[in-house]
């Protein structure tokens, strides 16, 4: 059974800093993708960045230039490091893996960011 598990989330200030880590458990044949998602208050889940099994990143464009996402494939696990946060990063991040054959979808517990102004 693969199991993914988010850890880092917190409270800082508006300019600080963040890392979040995913570690991820289980029998896995195959990664696709990895990617972060987030989801703030009262807004749906929307995707951050992306990391794919050749190491291929993207990023949404509110986080451009200030997060960047990194995966260790010898550990089987993926990093958000996030700079210059702002008020509107906050919301609930998400792990979640592409793999297999046929794809299947996986998904963390989610861990809490805030940022405060």
């Known amino acids: 059974q693969v199991q993914l598990e988010e850890s880092g989330g917190g409270l800082v200030q508006a300019g600080g800093s963040l890392r979040l880590s995913c570690r991820v458990s289980?029998?896995?044949?195959?990664?696709?993708?990895m990617a972060w998602h987030r989801q703030a208050p009262g807004k749906q889940r929307e995707l951050v960045a992306t990391v794919t099994s050749d190491g291929r990143t993207d990023y949404a464009v509110s986080v451009k230039g200030r997060f960047t996402i990194s995966r260790d494939n010898a550990k089987n696990t993926m990093s958000l490091q996030m700079n210059s946060l702002r008020p509107e990063d906050t919301g609930v991040y998400y792990c979640?893996?592409?793999?297999?054959?046929?794809?299947?979808?996986?998904w963390g517990q989610g861990t809490q960011v805030t940022v405060s102004s």
């Open positions: 979640n893996l592409l793999a297999g054959v046929p794809t299947l979808y996986y």
């Open positions: 289980g029998q896995i044949l195959r990664i696709h993708q």
